[in-house]
């Protein structure tokens, strides 16, 4: 098995702590509708759950940037006050996190959902006191995609050894991000993500649950 001598773990939160999908997916439906477009079902939309969600209205609908940035205000009209509490956390993953705290592990969370919300919801279920750092993307959208959310918490972190930190995630956007750095990813296949794709994108190891994240360290 494969071993890693990590201090700093940094987390996603969608697919990885969160089974999210409920809240995100009725959000997009509410904003394809409100904005006159046609909604594929709920099962249909859960492509969405990971990636900067501005990126993927374009990729999935063929929208203008303009109208990426409608669909998203939409959005957050409903997922804000409602859709970011509609999410269970994983089985196994509150024993994974104070494990690895009682080993001596620095926890962050690195999200592409906008950090206001990622705190809000870490602390709806009492998980904020694992964190050192809870960080994601801005109101303004500032840190468009994995990598840029990534690199705003290892330089928060003081974080400069790349070898001493490694990345949690349950897609290929994670693996990617966290590639383009010069970081190793876990690849989760309790998410959103196939475990082949998560390999083809270059993951370090794949766990399958939670819990299972102990053993690596």
Do not use: W
């Not at 099962?43 to 374009?58: D, Q, R, Y």
């Not at 206001?116 to 994601?136: P, Q, R, S």
């Not at 840029?148 to 974080?159: D, T």
């Amino acid at each position: 098995m494969t071993k890693f001598n990590c201090k700093y773990i940094l987390f996603d939160l969608d697919g990885t702590i969160t089974e999210s999908d409920p809240g995100i997916t009725r959000s997009i439906k509410y904003a394809l509708e409100k904005n006159s477009m046609v909604s594929p079902s709920l099962e249909e939309l859960k492509i969405f759950v990971g990636p900067p969600l501005g990126e993927k209205f374009m990729e999935v609908f063929g929208v203008s940037q303009e109208m990426a940035d409608k669909l998203l205000v939409s959005y957050r009209e409903r997922y804000n006050p409602i859709g970011k509490y509609e999410c269970n956390i994983y089985d196994g993953i509150v024993d994974a996190l104070k494990q690895l705290r009682e080993m001596g592990k620095v926890l962050c969370v690195a999200t592409s959902k906008p950090e206001a919300a990622a705190k809000d919801v870490l602390a709806h279920f009492g998980l904020t006191e694992y964190f050192d750092l809870i960080g994601g993307d801005t109101a303004e959208h500032t840190r468009p995609n994995k990598t840029a959310v990534i690199n705003y918490v290892m330089e928060s972190m003081n974080i400069s050894d790349k070898d001493d930190i490694i990345m949690v995630g349950d897609t290929h956007y994670d693996v990617e991000g966290a590639n383009k750095i010069g970081i190793k990813c876990i690849g989760v296949t309790y998410g959103y993500d196939t475990e082949e794709s998560l390999k083809n994108s270059g993951a370090a190891a794949i766990i399958h649950k939670p819990i299972e994240l102990v053993d690596l360290f």
